[in-house]
């Protein structure tokens, strides 16, 4: 699915970091660095990077 535009936890912003998130990950960069730069400090946004799978695309098919 898509990435929340909160942290489910404290109500940060994490939407809007998503997709420089993803850009940089698959540029090879380490991702405890990724997740300072972007001002992710708390454990609880971490965690909504992190674990977040991107669904979308794969279910996109079955709505037609």
Same mark, same amino acid.
């Given at each position: 699915m898509m990435i929340p535009v909160r942290c489910?936890?404290?109500g940060?912003?994490?939407g809007?970091?998503?997709e420089?998130?993803?850009k940089r990950l698959q540029d090879g960069e380490d991702p405890d660095k !990724?997740?300072?730069d972007?001002?992710?400090t708390r454990v609880c946004c971490r965690r909504m990077?992190?674990?977040h799978i991107d669904l979308i695309d794969? !279910? !996109?098919q079955f709505s037609i």
């Amino acid at each position: 699915m898509m990435i929340p535009v909160r942290c489910f936890t404290c109500g940060k912003l994490v939407g809007d970091k998503w997709e420089e998130w993803v850009k940089r990950l698959q540029d090879g960069e380490d991702p405890d660095k !990724i997740l300072d730069d972007l001002g992710l400090t708390r454990v609880c946004c971490r965690r909504m990077m992190v674990s977040h799978i991107d669904l979308i695309d794969d !279910i !996109i098919q079955f709505s037609i």
